[in-house]
C-alpha cells in the first residue's frame, strides 16, 4: 500500500438502530455521531501526545461514529430539499433558473460536517485496509469518491496520486468482498484518473471475467451480453472484451459461433495470446466436425477437407504458445502436438 492516512482506526458500518425519517431527525442524529467522533479523537489526540505507546481504547467507536454519522447526514441531505408549491398544488417557479422553487435548513451545516471530516474518512478507510476490515475501507472510501468533485467538497483539494489511490483502494476492497461490480466500476475510475500500480489493469479485467462468469454459471445471458456490450462501446480496443464476448457466446451457441468474436480480438491485439488460443478452438473445432460427420471416410478421403484446417489452427496455437509466458502449462502445447500428428499421419 503507498499512503498510510494519519491514524489507524476499524470499524462496522452500523445505523446503530436510528429510525428517523425526516431530516431534521436524520440530521441531529448525524451530528451526534460527528460529536462523539470529533470528541473520542480530541481525547486519542491528548492521550497519545502524552504517551505515543499507549493502547488506543477507543478506535472502534471512533470509525463507527465517522462512518454511522456520514450515511445519516448523506441521507439527511436528500431530504432538506424542499420545493415550494402555489396553492392549486402546482411547484413555484424562479423567473432567474426556471426551476422550481425550494428550501433548506440544514444543508449547509451538513455540507460543512461532511466536508470537513473528509480527511478523517480517508484515514478510516486506510485503518480497515490494514486491519483487512474491508467492509469499512470499501464504505469509507465510497463515501469519500462519492463527495469528492461535487459541490459538497467545492474547495477542498486532492492531488491526482491520491485519488487514484483510494479509487484504488475502493476497487480491492470492493473485490476481496466479491463485490466484482462494484469493484469493476472503481478500477476503471482509478484508471481514468492515471492510476498504473498494484496490477490494476489485471483487477479490473479479473472482475469483469468474474461478473460475466457469474452471469453465464446463472443462465443470465442477456446480462452478459449487454454487459460486455457497454464495456465494448466504452473501450473498442481492448482485445480481452471482444475474447470475453466470445466466451458468452460459446457458451450459448457453441465455439464455432464465436469465431468472429476470437478473431477479433486477434486483429486488435497481436500481442494477446488468450485471443489466437481461441481462434485456433474455433478452427481445430471445425476438423472434429468433419471427422464427426463423416465417420466412415478414409484419412485420404479427408485430408483434402481436414489439412487446411489443421494449417490454419496450428500457427495460431503456436503463436499462443508463443506470446504466454507460461505456454508450458497451457493446452497450446498440447494442440500443437496434436495437429502435428494428425498432419504427419495424412500427409503420409
Do not use: W
Not at 478452438?281 to 460427420?293: G, P
Amino acid at each position: 500500500m503507498k499512503k498510510i492516512f494519519l491514524f489507524v482506526a476499524i470499524a462496522s458500518f452500523m445505523v446503530m438502530g436510528v429510525k428517523a425519517q425526516t431530516a431534521e431527525e436524520l440530521f441531529k442524529a448525524g451530528k451526534a455521531e460527528f460529536d462523539k467522533y470529533d470528541k473520542l479523537f480530541g481525547e486519542y489526540t491528548l492521550t497519545h501526545g502524552q504517551n505515543p505507546d499507549a493502547p488506543d481504547a477507543t478506535i472502534g467507536e471512533r470509525a463507527a461514529a465517522l462512518m454511522n454519522g456520514f450515511e445519516l447526514l448523506q441521507k439527511a441531505l436528500q431530504l432538506d430539499t424542499i420545493i415550494e408549491y402555489n396553492k392549486d398544488g402546482s411547484p413555484k417557479i424562479d423567473k432567474k433558473t426556471g426551476q422550481p422553487k425550494f428550501k433548506i435548513k440544514y444543508s449547509k451545516d451538513i455540507v460543512s460536517l461532511l466536508s470537513g471530516h473528509i480527511n478523517d474518512v480517508l484515514n478510516v478507510g486506510n485503518a480497515g485496509l490494514m486491519s483487512n476490515d474491508f467492509n469499512t475501507s470499501f464504505k469509507a472510501f465510497y463515501f469519500f469518491n462519492s463527495l469528492i468533485g461535487t459541490s459538497l467538497t467545492q474547495g477542498v483539494e486532492f492531488d491526482a496520486s491520491t485519488l487514484g489511490d483510494v479509487a484504488f483502494y475502493q476497487g480491492y476492497s470492493a473485490y476481496q468482498l466479491k463485490d466484482f461490480e462494484g469493484a469493476y466500476n472503481a478500477f476503471k475510475k482509478a484508471i481514468a484518473i492515471g492510476y498504473t500500480e498494484n496490477q490494476v489493469v489485471d483487477f479490473k479485467n479479473s472482475c469483469l471475467a468474474n461478473l460475466i462468469q457469474n452471469y453465464c454459471d446463472n443462465k443470465q445471458y442477456d446480462d452478459a451480453d449487454a454487459y460486455i456490450e457497454k464495456a465494448i462501446a466504452e473501450d473498442p480496443n481492448d482485445a480481452l472484451l471482444y475474447d470475453i464476448k466470445g466466451f458468452v457466446i460459446e457458451q450459448q451457441h457453441g465455439v464455432l459461433a464465436a469465431e468472429e468474436a476470437f478473431r477479433k480480438a486477434t486483429e486488435i491485439d497481436q500481442t494477446f495470446p488468450n485471443g489466437f488460443f481461441d481462434l485456433g478452438r474455433v478452427i481445430y473445432q471445425k476438423a472434429e466436425n468433419v471427422i464427426e460427420n463423416n465417420p466412415k471416410a478414409t484419412n485420404a478421403e479427408l485430408k483434402s477437407l481436414l489439412v487446411p484446417l489443421y494449417n490454419e489452427a496450428l500457427p495460431l496455437f503456436k503463436k499462443a504458445h508463443e506470446l504466454d509466458p507460461n505456454s508450458e502449462k497451457t493446452q497450446s502445447k498440447r494442440f500443437i502436438e496434436d495437429i502435428e500428428y494428425k498432419l504427419e499421419i495424412l500427409n503420409n
